[in-house]
């Protein structure tokens, strides 16, 4: 098993930043890729960004050139640096983790919220 906890989000105003961090913890070694993901109220949890064990990155367009992913070589760290927030960046994010054998595990999520 691999356990996921987010940290680092918040309240920010219009053009801030955040940065989102992800702690894995169990069987670290089974993880290849690891992401980040969003929902917003009323909204299907979409695909922020992601970064492969050999650091091959992919970002949604509408956050394209505003977030940055990152990861640690222990494969036990992740990041999202987000710059320009914009409010419709509120959402509740979620780490996530893939083995393999497309195996997932998800975080409990951390929620961000932009004001205008």
């Known amino acids: 098993q691999v356990q996921l906890v987010e940290s680092g989000g918040g309240l920010v105003q219009a053009g801030g930043s955040l940065r989102l961090s992800c702690a894995a913890s169990g069987m670290i070694f089974s993880i290849n890729d690891m992401g980040w993901y969003r929902q917003a109220p009323g909204k299907q949890r979409e695909l922020v960004a992601t970064i492969t064990s050999g650091r091959m990155t992919n970002y949604a367009d509408s956050v394209k050139g505003r977030f940055t992913i990152s990861r640690t070589n222990a494969k036990n760290m992740v990041y999202l640096q987000m710059n320009s927030l914009k409010p419709e960046d509120t959402a509740v994010y979620y780490c996530?983790?893939?083995?393999?054998?497309?195996?997932?595990?998800w975080g409990q999520g951390t929620q961000v919220t932009v004001s205008s």
């Open positions: 996530n983790a893939v083995s393999a054998t497309r195996r997932q595990w």
